[in-house]
């Protein structure tokens, strides 16, 4: 045990401590991952293989040798995950290697080692315990997954040529995770064993344990993290490890295959670890004498070195001790490559804020507000979070923000998706790239359509027709729309004969005040003048719309209420009609006989009448609404009621009638489409944001054949001339076959009720009634995955150009929440999967901040 | 050698064959790889393995005994590169196995079995001549790369139970393509025996083999082609044999790893297969007792097969024939996973035109005139080429087109770009997938603003707008421009002070007639009235804009010639600045001095005076240009030297200038902006299409720190307020870093001059020059990656609504080009790293077709 050349007796003793990293307890399927924040104040890497066997325990005990030839260096070795303990303990292995290495090398300074074993299965701490060691079980730990404090800790001081006191020291840190007794792979054993560990428990650790080692050292520490068997083999829960440790995304060294075939499985394990977004640093594997690092150079195109460690003597009695020290250059060079490339990541994300902050130029975003320290540094995303990087008393960390924006609302992804997508991506890039959409047809577009077809559009659409954002498609839609009006009402004719239609008609549409649907001008001529539409930004808005004041809802201290607006409230609708016990009591179809309804529809006929009779040329060519929720408009909900009886009227009227879903659609409002709330059905639809689950840009807008059948005919200019470059892109097209099938699939979304086709409630009820009744919030409106606040503001503090909720929003930043607002209205939003256990999270944490205004 | 089990006697004899395929001849360093054309009547399977010696042999074996058990059929073994031969020979190893095996289960019908080695290196070809064999060399194929026809053949007649003629018989035909001696990686004896063999070559034969084997087969075929070792070894010239197969994209069969550390292998081969779009059809390994299904089938999520084989006896001198029976079942189910996977493709492929003329609406088409039967079924795309699924009398095929439309201009990636780019969509999407831009930094969008502030804005611009397309780019750049000439010409003030500008001014812009900016309304207001603008497709069209009649150049029965507009012409321009004997003269600053210039100078300030005067509300609030080619308006190379002097002049009156380079940026025109051939910087420039490579929508909007400054203030509503969901997504920025990067480097882009920065001549000159003369060809435009034609044609014929050139690309599409017009515009385009060659073979087969015209 305790290896000759050490000259400080070694010491194994039991050492008690109780575990304090908290458990999850885990109420759902799918629990949580733990918040993920560690220091990046020193190097810190996953040491990964091509296959079992290869040598990943090796590099890591080379790298000790070369890492600890100076005084003052820590070297931190974590194995999280060791199967075949006690027999096999690779934190042992580098403890003892070292040990022995150093007593041959004895160099100038001392070092204090030290290995140490957190946890085990009972069948190996009863194998430990038979070895001659007593083993205390922790009741409450041992407790449903049969893992027990083992605690196993042993020491030794390796005395150095000189006094340590005049020299310095350093330090070896060797910790082993868990214990399990057989030698197989970890899902096995953890199962054979009972004694299964939850990915978010064994994170949990490990965050734990880089952060008692790693936040307090001053000096130079250099922590490596060994893996088991290969890059994609399952961990104690039966995560694949390369999706186990991906929340942490450390960055990587590949212990590659020097044998034959070994160039195929180093490349495809590179390939795996690629595809979940790790970076790696280097490629080293054993010589075999096949200069396999010819084909792995050139396949890596010389961006990451691969490096070549002399052949290992495979004699069980050789102590390797020449190895070693033949493989050092190699060690201190691959330490060299690893330092080099921590220092260059931590300075680029560093000047990032600077760089970002002199040459691009944020949309919605006036600079001068922006100050270099406020630009939040995205290293990566995973799920619903980003992984933020941080500089807090000049160190660097790396810390966890809950994308409550859900990156202007387009995202929908938890992790286990996103990864999937990333194969798929990749798939579909080699597959395709992009390829000519007109006249052709290939398989991505095609379930795409089909999909949407049978989703969506189902039981009115007919058509897709694509484009690339919400805004394409908003144009597209009103070229439909205005088009099949004209010829509905014979102002143009199948041969193209307009009849100086230009000079005659001046076609506009109807829309509701505060619904926004896109930035092109096309789109922002329908909608009513706002901040975005002023002179000052597009000199050519118009406003080609008639614009009507809605009535909205929201839930205000505790209670859904209806505000009308003047011209409707003097029509005196019954008190009745103007609150609501209940949510679903808004969206019930029993309302259409209320006294409310025949309110509205006379309100909105006498509207239409004026619209003809105020002018003969001016005709309503469409009608044009965010069904249920106006988004940019600061997320008002408007009563659905309302939207039916217009939708009804304008089809009486022959108007063509366009639902802008880009905002409300794909799950967005709690089901796929928002019809499934105002209970009618478009001409028209467009949808765009969540439909790729939030990965690439792409826009569709459904039609009805009957709108088609308007452009059919024998001539080119008939046909809709409008098209982007890559419409109907393959990589756009997969993304969304995969997550509209993933999210309403109750096989991967948990959240769905499947009968109900709605996704449960994600928002607790009571905590958001708790919300609506604090004195700084004036309304709630709560609807699948949107939980919107207005703040109460008053003057220059409210409206869209308000920075009122600033400071707040800051706050909740650093509580790990990344929230933005319109004006004075804040929300959260998550993903259709996203646990009702993170909601509530979040919630929280938004209580608490408002308490405090 | 021959097994005592065949009835009929063995032949072994040389079996002398010239090698029918013609050898492609390598000029330049990557040659063009064969085209691809194969029957889809049969299933051909590709068999892959997580390593080397995991049994693909096996399987293939087995395939036979499961699928030979019927009278009437052929099952097709092909091994296109066997090292260790002639000791091991994995086709002599099937044929030998199911002659054991079909002589233990002698069924009712016989087999005539055959096995055939086609090519070895010499060192093979030798240590197979010292067994007995006599070897004859052919000088023409030994020559050079050390391979020699080695035509061995040895046949059999298995006698079934039953009269043959009786029951009918099957057959086995195995073959080896390409033998080596040593028993080491392909790529490593290719070298060392000095026999090397082309990718193109392989490819050839193995076509050539597929199509002699396949083509006349009424029957039941199954093929299986064999790799060698792991999924990504090398092969004899070096290529992964992933990336090597990859043109014929056949489905797979993966043999995966049932040991310990066998599920990382197997996945990571999976994904690996992925990454190059192959569609892995069934995952099958041995049992090794650790029940390596279990994690396989859940990371499949059941949607790919995975069958277990039994143990394999090691001893050798086991015959195996108990295995092959017991493994039976097993092969059978393989066998109708992969005859019904067939069934499924051949079958959606045959509906998929049917179904795309039910549910799509494409762009720009008018769906009347696309008959089912013209719609074209587009399987994959690999570099510049598609793979397309036909019908040709009742038999299906994949057969290649050139994708010459670079689909819609966005293209430009060969297929080495294609494959590097799939694993960094992987990677963005794992580390990414999008995240919120405003007040952020991520890598993938600094660096992409990093490089284009370093290549195509050089100089001139300091800020970079993300959008998602050409047409949204220009929005944006419209607003920029329209705002600074605001404050430039203090219309409006910093406080937002309009003074009711509104009224007072009327602001319109700049622009040329012909040229294209893109389909949203803002776009279409800056372009001239066309077929795109009238009031059938947009009736809120009013052409905002003054358009000027540009002076252009082509070639013209083989001269460089100018065509001036009226108004110019009246000017008397002298006749010797009306031809240039060089293209390169049309660019040359030396111009600037010429008569011509100081009457384009005359003529462009009259105008601009005139738009002043006509009206005092009326001002240019800036212009916008496409530089040097107006693509969507008829592929019109305008004057250089016009837009030099158009863009002066501007200047001089403080008008905004932007340049559109949504389609001549990023080499489309042989330089990475189109600014070196026109000298000339604009303060606002837009860039899209090829910027990402060609596999997904991004633009950006470039603008000068000048516009950028009119948009900084104390208030957010003097931001630029325009922005789209997807804003700077990771994987636009991500394939933008690789494309930028790969395209101006010379070790990737063999195409760079590199002193000049510039695509040396992709169009061979003499060729463009003989089009030019003929008949049918009315003016030819050549730049770049782009080559035009203008197809002499008058009346309806004649302009964009034309159907003139329908047939013509018709026949091209035959020819294996698939081509698209502007009306009676014809063009072929490339990507920026296409080979000459590949040029001069589409340049002849356009002149075959036209000459017929």
């Known amino acids: 045990m305790s290896p000759s050349t050490t000259l400080f007796a070694g010491i194994l003793r039991r050492y008690r401590r109780r575990n304090s990293v908290s458990r999850f307890i885990a109420t759902h399927s799918r629990p949580a991952l733990p918040s993920i924040e560690y220091p990046l104040s020193h190097p810190i890497y996953t040491i990964w293989a091509a296959n079992t066997s290869l040598g990943k325990t090796l590099v890591s005990a080379g790298l000790s040798t070369s890492f600890l030839s100076s005084p003052h260096r820590k070297f931190l070795y974590l194995k999280p995950v060791q199967t075949g303990f006690p027999e096999d303990s690779d934190s042992r292995f580098v403890y003892n290697k070292y040990s022995e290495f150093f007593s041959q090398h004895r160099p100038e300074f001392s070092v204090f080692a030290s290995n140490h074993v957190l946890k085990a299965s009972v069948s190996a701490s009863e194998a430990f315990s038979r070895g001659g060691f007593e083993v205390e079980r922790d009741e409450d730990v041992s407790c449903g997954n049969g893992v027990v404090n083992l605690g196993l800790y042993e020491e030794s001081k390796l005395q150095g040529s000189e006094n340590w006191e005049m020299k310095g020291f ?206 939040t540094v995205i290293d990566s995303r995973c799920g619903e979070n980003f992984a933020v990087h941080k500089v807090n008393n000049n160190v660097d960390l790396i810390t966890q923000q809950f994308d409550a924006c859900a990156s202007w609302w387009t995202q929908g992804p938890d992790a286990t998706l996103q990864i999937e997508l990333a194969r798929d991506m990749g798939y579909a890039t080699a597959r395709y790239g992009h390829v000519m959409f007109p006249e052709n047809v290939y398989e991505p577009a095609l379930e795409c359509a089909e999909l949407l077809l049978e989703g969506v559009g189902k039981g009115w659409a007919s058509r897709v027709y694509f484009s690339d954002n919400g805004s394409t498609a908003i144009e597209i839609a009103l070229k439909m729309a205005l088009r099949k009006f004209l010829f509905d009402h014979k102002i143009v004719s199948d041969d193209l004969v307009t009849e100086n239609a230009e000079s005659r008609v001046d076609l506009k549409v109807l829309a509701l005040r505060g619904s926004y649907h896109g930035d092109t001008l096309g789109a922002m001529e329908a909608q009513a003048p706002s901040p ?53 009591n808004i969206f019930k179809e029993s309302r259409d006989t209320s006294n409310l309804a025949d309110i509205y529809h006379s309100y909105i006929w006498k509207t239409l009448q004026l619209i003809i009779d105020s002018s003969g040329s001016t005709r309503t060519g469409a009608l044009i609404i965010e069904p249920v929720i106006q988004g940019a408009g600061g997320m008002e909900m408007v009563d659905p009621l309302f939207q039916r009886v217009l939708v009804k009227e304008c089809r009486n009227q022959k108007i063509p009638v366009i639902f802008d879903e880009v905002f409300t659609g794909f799950w967005r409002l709690g089901a796929e489409s928002a019809t499934e709330f105002i209970r009618c059905n478009p001409d028209i639809a467009c949808f765009a944001k969540l439909m790729t689950g939030g990965i690439v840009p792409l826009a569709v807008t459904l039609a009805s054949e009957a709108v088609f059948e308007v452009f059919v005919g024998d001539s080119k200019l008939q046909a809709l001339l409008h098209g982007h470059s890559y419409t109907a892109h393959a990589m756009g097209c997969t993304a969304a076959v995969k997550s509209i099938k993933w999210f309403k699939d109750s096989k991967t979304n948990h959240n769905l009720i499947s009968e109900a086709m709605l996704l449960r409630e994600l928002w607790d009820s009571d905590a958001v009634r708790q919300i609506s009744l604090l004195p700084a919030v004036h309304r709630v409106v709560v609807l699948g995955t949107l939980c919107a606040l207005e703040l109460r503001a008053e003057g220059s503090n409210a409206g869209y150009a308000s920075l009122y909720a600033r400071s707040l929003l800051q706050k909740l930043r650093e509580d790990g929440i990344y929230m933005r607002s319109l004006g004075n209205v804040i929300y959260l939003m998550c993903g259709p999967c996203t646990s009702p256990q993170s909601c509530s999270n979040l919630l929280n944490k938004v209580y608490s901040r408002l308490e405090e205004l």
């Open 170 to 375: 350093s330090k070896l840190v060797c910790k082993t995770m868990y214990g399990w007794k057989e030698a197989l792979s970890p899902h096995l054993v953890a199962e054979r064993e009972n004694a299964r560990v939850e990915d978010d428990e064994l994170l949990e650790m490990l965050k734990g344990c880089l952060g008692s080692e790693l936040e307090s050292e001053k000096g130079e520490v250099l922590c490596v993290i060994e893996t088991a068997g290969g890059v994609a083999s399952p961990g104690p829960s039966g995560s694949l490890q390369c999706d186990l440790y991906r929340p942490f995304r450390f960055p990587a060294i590949l212990v590659g295959d020097g044998r034959l075939g070994g160039i195929s499985g180093t490349i495809s394990a590179y390939e795996s670890l690629t595809l979940r977004g790790y970076d790696v640093v280097a490629v080293i594997f054993e010589d075999h004498g096949l200069v396999n690092e010819g084909p792995l150079s050139s396949y890596l195109r010389r961006r990451v070195p691969v490096l070549v460690l002399p052949p290992i003597p495979k004699e069980m009695s050789n102590n390797l001790m020449e190895w070693f020290q033949e493989a050092l250059s190699t060690f201190h060079s691959l330490e060299e490559i690893m330092q080099s490339a921590f220092l260059e990541r931590t300075s680029r994300l560093r000047n990032m804020p600077k760089k970002a902050h002199d040459i691009f130029w944020w949309p919605f975003t006036q600079h001068k507000l922006v100050p270099e320290e406020n630009v």
């Open 532 to 584: 975005y539409t002023g002179f000052y930004q597009q000199p050519w808005y118009k406003g080609r719309g008639h614009f009507l004041d809605p009535p909205t809802v929201a839930m205000r201290d505790g209670v859904w209420k209806l505000s009308l607006p003047q011209e409707i409230e003097t029509l005196k609708p019954s008190l009745e009609d103007l609150t609501f016990s209940l949510r679903e």
